[in-house]
């Protein structure tokens, strides 16, 4: 299979923990990339590898993936994350590059 | 720095062709795979195709083979996407992606070049 699941929307308290996941086949085999898009903008990577960071990409942001799910998890969320995240992997040719759905993420 | 300028969107009629251009610099465009990725309006990121450097392998979404061709100058260090025969869902804004790394997401975008398919 090449499809890569995310939730539609979730939702966190200002300061607390959210997990963003993703579920595919592929993921047993490939890793997670991690995108966050804000409105009007193009995507940013935050996460990518086995869970390394971007030089940019506050700490607060880490990428633990497990069989066929990858996590993306901000601890201490602020304001400024609220925006819409994707997962990224490759399907199992390792040719083609899939998206997940996307994950609206909102800071109350 | 990596840079990233599409260029080429714009207003076509269902069945028309349009050309969009991608300029690189900041890196060696034969080092790295580069990609095109489209969202259409409101909705989520959907992979269009790629160009893999050392060979010049080209894939295509489902949604698109047969009617787009992806295409690379390195010595202009540009990428290129000739769509085809293009359709009202066609409309989207078209992203230039990089990576390094052969089976990982790209690590760079440029800022996006819109196509509008409407008569």
């Known amino acids: 299979s090449s499809e890569l699941t995310q939730d539609p929307a979730v939702s966190v308290a200002l300061g607390q923990t959210v997990r963003i996941t993703c579920q595919g086949d592929s993921l047993r085999t490939y890793s997670a990339s991690w995108y966050q898009q804000k409105p009007g903008q193009a995507p940013v990577l935050v996460i990518y590898g086995k869970n390394n960071r971007p030089s940019g990409t506050p700490d607060r942001f880490s990428g633990p993936s497990s069989g066929n799910t990858a996590s993306l998890i901000i601890t201490g969320a602020q304001a400024e994350d609220e925006a819409d995240y994707y997962c990224?992997?490759?399907?199992?040719?390792?040719?083609?590059?899939?998206f997940g759905g996307g994950t609206k993420l909102t800071v109350l | 720095e990596v840079q990233l300028v599409e260029s080429g969107g714009g207003l076509v009629q269902p069945g028309g062709s349009l050309r969009l251009s991608c300029a690189a610099s900041?890196?060696?465009?034969?080092?790295?795979?580069m990609s095109w990725v489209r969202q259409a309006p409101g909705k989520g990121l959907e992979w269009v195709s790629v160009i893999y450097s050392g060979g010049g392998r080209t894939y295509y979404a489902d949604s698109v083979k047969g009617r787009f061709t992806i295409s690379s100058d390195n010595s202009k260090s540009t990428l290129y996407l000739q769509m085809n025969n293009l359709r009202t869902e066609d409309t989207a804004v078209y992203y230039c992606a990089t990576g390094t790394d052969l089976y990982g997401g790209p690590d760079y975008w440029g800022q996006g070049t819109l196509v509008t398919v409407s008569s």
């Open positions: 990224n992997s490759r399907d199992s040719s390792g040719n083609h590059l899939v």
């Open positions: 900041g890196f060696t465009v034969s080092s790295n795979y």
